[in-house]
C-alpha cells in the first residue's frame, strides 16, 4: 500500500524556495557571495565579480502535481486488481493534494490544466468499471476446448504411424482400463494427433487437471463410475471451470442449462453451479450412470453425453444396431462430432493413463489452500478481495459458481472461499460493517401501473436482468409499492468541490433567492454522489439550483437517479437565505 506523504509539506518547501529565489534576485540576502574587495580606484574602472549562479530551485507546482500523479498512479495499480476502495481512496488522494494547496486546484495554469485532465481520466476508469463490472454484468467465460477440438478433428485426421501403433499395443496390455478401449484406425488416430500437433494442448490439459483429478476419482469411486471417464473433461473444457461453448454448454463438464437442472445443479441470476468444480463432477456422475443405464454400454452413454439419449435412441432404432461402432460407421445415422467424440475421449484416455509413455511433460497447476467464511445477503466479492489482500480473479477462481460480482442477495448461509489465512480478518470486516454496506445495492419502488419492460426501459437495464436479479420471471406483474433490487457500480471518486474537499454545506430547503449585485454570480461547480433516500428535488434545493438543470447538466433522460451516481451540480457562490 502507498505510503501518502503529506502533500502540504513539500508545498511550503516549494514556495519557501521560490521566495528566497526571488529575494536573491532583488537583495542577495538568500544565497551566500563571494567577499568583494573595493579600491580607491573609481567605481567604473573596477570590473564587478559576478555572483554565484543560484541553485536550481525545485518547482512547487510541479512538486505537487507529481505527489497528486503519484497517488493517481497508486489508484490505477488497486483497480487492476480489483480494489475498488483502495482505488477510490487513492483518486480521491490525487484530487485532494490539488484542492488542499494554497488557491486551491486554480490558482495556477499548470494546476488547473493537470486538475481537469487528472478528472476527466478517473471518470474514464469509472465508465469502464461501470461498462465492465457493473451489477448486470457476468463474468467473462472462457472459450470451450471441445469447439476447436472437434473442427480440428474432423478435418485433420492423421493416419497413424507404426511406432504408434505398437506404443498403443504395448500400453493397453500393460494398464488395465475400466472401460473397454479398441484398438481401431479411429483410436489410433486421434492419439497420433494428441501426440504430435495437439501435444501442447494436452499438457496444458493435464496439468491443469491434476489440480481436481483426485476429487474426480473419489466421487467416481464412491458412485460406481469407471475412473477412466475422469478424463472426460479433458476434451470437454481442458479442466477449465468457467469454459462456455458456443451452444452454451458450461462448466468442466459442459452441461446444458437444462441437463444441469434436472441433475441437481442450480442455475439463476447470481449462481451458475455447472461452473463448481465440485459439485458438477458430482452431477456428471449421476447423468453418466443414467446414460449406462439407458443403453447398457458406455461407448454408446459417452455418445448420447454428447449428442442426446433421444438422437442416439433414434439411430440405434432406424439402423438397428446397438454398437456404437457399428452405428457410427456410416454418417447416416449419428452427426460427425458424435461419431469423433468417443474416439477422442477414448485416445485421451490412454495417453491420459500414462503420459510419460507418450513423452507428455505435466507440470501440475499448484493448488490454491482455502479456508471457507459464512456470508448472509448480498456481499461484494471487490471487498472481500480487498479485505483479504488477493485480486477478484483470486476470489472468483476460488468461487468460480458466482457469476457476478455479489454472493446471492436471498442466501442465509453461503459458504464462501477465501485464501487461506484471511478468514479471520474477513470475519471482522463483516461484523463491523452490514445490510448495504457490504454491497452496492439500491432499490426501486415500484410506482402505479409500472410494469417489468417500463421500469427496465426507465433505468436502462435488460428486463430479464431485471426479472432475474429479483427472482422474477419476465412475465411477472408487480404491485405498486413493492421493492426491486438495482445493482450499481461503486463510484471511483467521492463528491468534491474545486474549493475545497468536502462538499458545500446544505442549504436548507426553504425558499431561497440571490444576493442583487451588478456582477453576474459566481458558480462552483460540485461533483455530488447520491445518497440514500435522495431525489433530485432535494438535492437541487441544497444546492440552490433546479431540478430541470441538474437534468440538462447531466444530460439525465428524466428525473431518476440511483444510489452511489455522481452528479455534476453548479452551485450560485452567492445564494442566501431568507
Keep these: 500500500m502507498l505510503e501518502y506523504a503529506d502533500p502540504m509539506l513539500s508545498f511550503r518547501r516549494g514556495v519557501s524556495g521560490v521566495l528566497c529565489a526571488v529575494g536573491l534576485l532583488l537583495s542577495g540576502a538568500c544565497a551566500a557571495r563571494s567577499p568583494q574587495t573595493t579600491t580607491a580606484q573609481a567605481p567604473s574602472a573596477i570590473a564587478p565579480q559576478p555572483a554565484p549562479a543560484a541553485a536550481a530551485q525545485p518547482d512547487p507546482v510541479q512538486e505537487l502535481i507529481a505527489l497528486s500523479e503519484q497517488?493517481?498512479?497508486?489508484g490505477e495499480r488497486e483497480l487492476s486488481e480489483g480494489h475498488l476502495d483502495a482505488a477510490t481512496a487513492a483518486f480521491d488522494r490525487a484530487v485532494d493534494v490539488l484542492l488542499e494547496s494554497p488557491g486551491g486546484a486554480r490558482s495556477n495554469q499548470q494546476l488547473s490544466a493537470h486538475y481537469d485532465r487528472l478528472i476527466e481520466r478517473i471518470s474514464?476508469?469509472?465508465?469502464?468499471?461501470?461498462?465492465?463490472?457493473?451489477?448486470?454484468?457476468?463474468?467473462?467465460p472462457e472459450p470451450a476446448s471441445i469447439d476447436d477440438l472437434l473442427t480440428i478433428a474432423t478435418f485433420e485426421r492423421p493416419?497413424?504411424?507404426?511406432?504408434?501403433?505398437?506404443?498403443?499395443?504395448?500400453?493397453?496390455?500393460?494398464?488395465?482400463?475400466?472401460?473397454?478401449?479398441?484398438?481401431?484406425?479411429?483410436?489410433?488416430?486421434?492419439?497420433?494427433?494428441f501426440t504430435g500437433r495437439l501435444k501442447g494442448y494436452l499438457e496444458e490439459g493435464l496439468?491443469?487437471?491434476?489440480?481436481?483429478?483426485?476429487?474426480?476419482?473419489?466421487?467416481?469411486?464412491?458412485?460406481?463410475?469407471?475412473?477412466?471417464?475422469?478424463?472426460?473433461?479433458?476434451?470437454?473444457?481442458?479442466?477449465?471451470?468457467?469454459?462456455?461453448?458456443?451452444?452454451?454448454?458450461?462448466?468442466?463438464?459442459?452441461?446444458?442449462?437444462?441437463?444441469?437442472?434436472?441433475?441437481g445443479l442450480r442455475h439463476d441470476w447470481y449462481i451458475d453451479e455447472r461452473a463448481d468444480p465440485e459439485k458438477a463432477t458430482r452431477a456428471a456422475a449421476k447423468y453418466l450412470k443414467t446414460l449406462y443405464s439407458m443403453f447398457g454400454d458406455w461407448h454408446l452413454a459417452l455418445a448420447s453425453y454428447n449428442g442426446g439419449p433421444g438422437r442416439v435412441q433414434r439411430a440405434m432404432k432406424r439402423s438397428g444396431r446397438d454398437d456404437f461402432w457399428?452405428?457410427?460407421?456410416?454418417?447416416?445415422?449419428?452427426?460427425?462430432?458424435?461419431?469423433?467424440?468417443?474416439?477422442?475421449?477414448?485416445?485421451?484416455?490412454?495417453?491420459?493413463?500414462?503420459?510419460?509413455?507418450?513423452?507428455?511433460?505435466?507440470?501440475?497447476?499448484?493448488?490454491?489452500?482455502?479456508?471457507?467464511?459464512?456470508?448472509?445477503?448480498?456481499?461484494?466479492?471487490?471487498?472481500?478481495?480487498?479485505?483479504?489482500?488477493?485480486?477478484v480473479q483470486d476470489i472468483q477462481d476460488l468461487n468460480p459458481e458466482l457469476r457476478r460480482w455479489t454472493t446471492p442477495i436471498r442466501a442465509t448461509e453461503y459458504e464462501l472461499k477465501v485464501p487461506?489465512?484471511?478468514?479471520?480478518?474477513?470475519?471482522?470486516?463483516?461484523?463491523?460493517?452490514?445490510?448495504?454496506?457490504?454491497?452496492?445495492?439500491?432499490?426501486?419502488?415500484?410506482?402505479?401501473?409500472?410494469?417489468?419492460?417500463?421500469?427496465?426501459?426507465?433505468?436502462?437495464?435488460?428486463?430479464?436482468?431485471?426479472?432475474?436479479?429479483?427472482?422474477?420471471?419476465?412475465?411477472?406483474?408487480l404491485e405498486t409499492g413493492q421493492q426491486l433490487v438495482i445493482p450499481r457500480a461503486p463510484t471511483l471518486l467521492a463528491a468534491r468541490t474545486e474549493t475545497g474537499g468536502q462538499a458545500p454545506d446544505a442549504v436548507p430547503a426553504t425558499a431561497t433567492r440571490q444576493v442583487e449585485t451588478d456582477d453576474p454570480p459566481a458558480r462552483t461547480t460540485t461533483t455530488h454522489r447520491v445518497a440514500r433516500g435522495e431525489t433530485l428535488s432535494l438535492i437541487a434545493k441544497r444546492y440552490g439550483t433546479t431540478?430541470?438543470?441538474?437534468?440538462?447538466?447531466?444530460?439525465?433522460?428524466?428525473?431518476?437517479?440511483?444510489?452511489?451516481?455522481?452528479?455534476?451540480?453548479?452551485?450560485?457562490?452567492?445564494?442566501?437565505?431568507?
Design 71 to 74: 497517488h493517481f498512479q497508486a
Design 124 to 140: 474514464g476508469h469509472e465508465l469502464m468499471a461501470l461498462a465492465q463490472a457493473d451489477g448486470f454484468a457476468e463474468k467473462a
Design 547 to 578: 431540478v430541470a438543470h441538474l437534468i440538462e447538466l447531466n444530460s439525465l433522460p428524466n428525473s431518476v437517479i440511483h444510489v452511489g451516481q455522481r452528479l455534476i451540480v453548479e452551485r450560485l457562490s452567492t445564494l442566501a437565505t431568507n
Design 326 to 391: 457399428k452405428l457410427s460407421a456410416t454418417s447416416r445415422y449419428l452427426p460427425r462430432e458424435t461419431r469423433d467424440y468417443v474416439p477422442l475421449i477414448l485416445a485421451a484416455v490412454i495417453i491420459a493413463r500414462s503420459p510419460a509413455q507418450y513423452e507428455m511433460e505435466v507440470t501440475p497447476i499448484e493448488v490454491p489452500l482455502f479456508e471457507t467464511v459464512t456470508v448472509a445477503g448480498a456481499v461484494d466479492i471487490r471487498r472481500v478481495a480487498e479485505w483479504a489482500g488477493a485480486s
Design 420 to 477: 487461506m489465512g484471511a478468514a479471520e480478518a474477513i470475519n471482522t470486516r463483516l461484523t463491523e460493517q452490514g445490510g448495504d454496506d457490504l454491497a452496492p445495492l439500491s432499490h426501486y419502488t415500484v410506482k402505479k401501473n409500472e410494469t417489468l419492460p417500463s421500469i427496465a426501459k426507465k433505468l436502462g437495464v435488460s428486463r430479464s436482468d431485471l426479472a432475474e436479479a429479483n427472482y422474477l420471471s419476465a412475465k411477472s406483474k
Design 207 to 263: 496439468s491443469r487437471g491434476a489440480r481436481y483429478l483426485p476429487m474426480i476419482q473419489e466421487v467416481f469411486r464412491a458412485e460406481g463410475v469407471p475412473l477412466d471417464l475422469a478424463y472426460v473433461p479433458l476434451i470437454e473444457s481442458a479442466f477449465k471451470p468457467n469454459a462456455l461453448s458456443r451452444a452454451k454448454a458450461k462448466g468442466m463438464w459442459q452441461f446444458m442449462r437444462g441437463t444441469a437442472l434436472e441433475n
Design 159 to 193: 493416419t497413424p504411424t507404426p511406432e504408434t501403433e505398437r506404443t498403443v499395443a504395448d500400453d493397453l496390455q500393460a494398464v488395465v482400463h475400466d472401460i473397454e478401449i479398441p484398438q481401431n484406425a479411429r483410436v489410433l488416430a486421434y492419439v497420433e494427433l
